[in-house]
């Protein structure tokens, strides 16, 4: 199996980059993020021209995420178990809100059990939208955890947009990112958390050191000047990692006119 995830930053601006995306690094399931789109705005017709089902969770213009595969596409999940909405005036009990975002979709796609996460940005260390990112992963972790102990041997993908850079080698700048999310001691443990639960790195095997990205920011020049972040992520259950062949970040999706921010991270697993 080959396994990506892309945030994609709008799938009707990108669907024709998408497109030739699948076709010429040969994928057999796509996750994505940030699509964009309600369900009735995306672009089914065109996946299914290219010979992919599509599962898709989108309720307005944020968030959205969604699986493309050409090896099936089953038991699909709209949002994981105690996953917490957010609500901007709910002060402290966001995980009791029923607002569930659109940032969470699972399927099985050839004997994989594979999820489509878009994490809570976090927006500033004092907002209440880092506090239910901090709840967000809690609850992912758990769910993580309760599946690991049900089937040591379960074949499970948490792939997506995880707005952490866990490591210091994950970012440009130490300076730049002290006091602003994505690098904080509380992400980054909680991300750290969900690995704990058994849930491996992949890529890191393949492409280990500082300078190994998947987002740059439109803005001063980010990309040109290798001014990023690794915040996108293959995380695999233990059965999973032990068939990870090779992973890599497609740094090519990240140039060009209408390129999304986010390059796609590409893993591969042997049956």
């Known amino acids: 199996m080959r396994l990506a995830t892309w945030n994609v930053n709008s799938i009707r601006s990108r669907i024709d980059r998408v497109a030739q995306f699948l076709d010429r690094q040969d994928i057999d399931v796509l996750a994505m993020q940030e699509t964009k789109c309600r369900d009735d705005q995306f672009p089914f017709e065109r996946f299914d021209e290219i010979g992919y089902e599509v599962a898709h969770l989108g309720v307005n213009q944020w968030n959205g995420v969604a699986i493309a595969s050409r090896i099936g596409l089953d038991d699909v999940e709209f949002a994981f178990p105690g996953q917490p909405g957010f609500d901007k ?68 993908a948490l792939v997506g947009d995880w707005n952490i850079a866990p490591t210091d080698d994950d970012v440009w700048s130490t300076d730049f990112f002290q006091g602003k999310t994505h690098t904080s001691p509380p992400e ?84």
């Open 89 to 156: 005036d709910a002060g402290e009990s966001l995980i009791s809100t029923p607002v569930v975002e659109s940032r969470a979709i699972g399927a099985t796609c050839g004997g994989v059990r594979v999820w489509s996460l878009y994490v809570p940005n976090g927006r500033a260390l004092d907002d209440p939208h880092y506090t239910y990112k901090l709840e967000w992963l809690a609850a992912l972790r758990a769910s993580g955890q309760t599946w690991l102990t049900e089937d040591p041997r379960a074949r499970i």
């Open 188 to 271: 980054r443990e909680a991300f750290e958390a969900v690995v704990d639960t058994g849930f491996a790195d992949v890529m890191r095997p393949f492409a280990p050191g500082p300078g190994v990205y998947t987002y740059w920011d439109y803005t001063q020049l980010r990309f040109p000047r290798k001014e990023g972040m690794r915040i996108d992520f293959v995380l695999a259950s233990p059965e999973l990692a032990g068939r990870a062949e090779d992973a890599m970040v497609d740094r090519d999706e990240r140039k060009g006119k209408g390129a999304s921010d986010h390059a796609p991270v590409i893993a591969e697993f042997r049956d």
